[in-house]
């Protein structure tokens, strides 16, 4: 049921059937079936040959897109106001317009020539627009476009996306509900279709102990009714590579997923420090695998339980000999396993029949024999 108020959508079904799958070129990505995106951002740090290597990393890991960030330092922040709020022990760099500055070289023609690379060895190419040039000059490479969580207030930007038409991901870090609706309501009615909204902390790093995952469901519950539901992550991944918060989200039902990627995690600096790489990657995606196996259909499915239905289940047996004539009871009866016979849920229709023949103890009941 869709609720609408002053605040917003609220989707009070709650259930996974119920949740809207996320549509990117012919493809429907869903439960336990999520657009996996690798963040590439700016980790290539200006090297055109590095952010190749690790479209080719994405692709042979089983991520369905990769990710770059499309922006002018000039565009972005102040020179001398915009104070860093990333973790500054791992990026030591104290101003957002000096660190977007050192890495906004990449031109029209490197961002086409990734597209192409992209193409090629069949991943989704996206990038994140900072700037309403950035809208227009990436128009013609991506299927889909994504709104930063420190964007979801900017209102130009929000518009020219919008213009598009094209299926849009919004990441939700650090807005409240208001906000939300605000820039979804910019969205729907300029007519985009298919919504994306990824929970998503403002931190870099993000601790587990503050990743808040719950809000996934809050998100589904209040919004899953109009738009999907997805998860952007900055949490770094364990010790052995593993990506529990990505695989608890889609245990969730987060049907689109964007993490951080690098070469190399141990790097200083920018966004490697809490980035997957190509190992963890590949882990996560084959435990998914595995996930979806176990899940399964939603119907209940008994072919492969055939054997088990008829040996393992418990037949009415005698349980001493009986003549021909003999009443049955539940003194004379007792419940056996055995791959002949009246099934013991028939237990009340035998109850007071009488025998039409003889039957020896140990002997199932068959109905030829009432």
């Known amino acids: 049921m869709l609720v609408t108020g002053?605040?917003?959508?609220?989707?009070?079904?709650?259930?996974?059937?119920?949740?809207?799958?996320?549509?990117?070129?012919?493809?429907?990505?869903?439960?336990?079936?999520?657009?996996?995106?690798?963040?590439?951002?700016?980790?290539?740090?200006?090297?055109?040959?590095?952010?190749?290597?690790?479209?080719?990393?994405?692709?042979?890991?089983?991520?369905?897109?990769?990710?770059?960030?499309?922006?002018?330092?000039?565009?972005?922040?102040?020179?001398?106001?915009?104070?860093?709020?990333?973790?500054?022990?791992?990026?030591?760099?104290?101003?957002?317009?000096?660190l977007f500055q050192k890495w906004s070289s990449f031109t029209d023609s490197d961002y086409l020539e990734l597209a192409k690379t992209s193409e090629d060895l069949g991943v989704v190419f996206l990038s994140t627009p900072f700037d309403l040039d950035a809208v227009n000059s990436l128009e013609p490479l991506v299927p889909a476009y994504k709104i930063a969580s420190a964007d979801i207030t900017n209102i130009p930007l929000i518009r020219a996306i919008a213009g598009k038409r094209k299926p849009v991901i919004v990441s939700v870090g650090a807005a409240n509900f208001g906000e939300i609706d605000l820039c979804l309501s910019e969205l729907i009615k300029s007519g985009v279709q298919d919504i994306s909204l990824l929970h998503c902390v403002l931190r870099y790093p993000t601790p587990p102990q503050i990743a808040f995952l719950k809000q996934i469901t809050d998100l589904q519950e209040r919004f899953g009714a109009s738009v999907s539901i997805g998860y952007s992550d900055h949490v770094p991944p364990t010790d052995g590579g593993g990506l529990p918060q990505l695989e608890l989200a889609s245990a969730l039902g987060c049907v689109v997923l964007e993490k951080h990627f690098t070469l190399d995690k141990s790097k200083p600096g920018n966004d490697h420090y809490h980035a997957m790489d190509a190992i963890d990657l590949k882990r996560f995606t084959e435990n998914l695998?595995?996930?979806?196996?176990?899940?399964?259909?939603?119907?209940?499915?008994?072919?492969?339980?055939k054997e088990a239905i008829q040996n393992a289940r418990r037949r009415i047996v005698a349980k001493i000999d009986?003549?021909?004539?003999?009443?049955?009871?539940?003194?004379?009866?007792?419940?056996?396993?055995?791959?002949?016979?009246?099934?013991?849920?028939?237990?009340?229709?035998?109850?007071?029949?009488?025998?039409?023949?003889?039957?020896?103890?140990?002997?199932?009941i068959s109905w030829s024999d009432l």
């Open 322 to 364: 009986l003549e021909s004539g003999s009443t049955l009871s539940s003194d004379n009866l007792i419940a056996l396993r055995a791959n002949v016979g009246i099934e013991i849920s028939d237990w009340d229709k035998v109850i007071g029949s009488q025998l039409s023949k003889s039957v020896r103890e140990n002997q199932p």
């Open 289 to 305: 695998g595995r996930y979806r196996e176990l899940y399964g259909e939603g119907e209940i499915q008994l072919d492969s339980q």
């Open 6 to 98: 002053c605040m917003g959508w609220q989707n009070k079904s709650g259930t996974i059937s119920s949740m809207k799958t996320f549509n990117l070129n012919n493809k429907n990505f869903g439960y336990l079936n999520p657009f996996i995106i690798a963040e590439i951002g700016v980790n290539h740090e200006g090297s055109l040959d590095a952010a190749k290597r690790m479209i080719e990393l994405v692709a042979n890991s089983g991520g369905h897109a990769a990710k770059f960030q499309t922006y002018s330092a000039d565009k972005l922040a102040t020179k001398t106001t915009s104070p860093a709020y990333w973790d500054t022990s791992k990026e030591s760099i104290s101003s957002q317009h000096q």
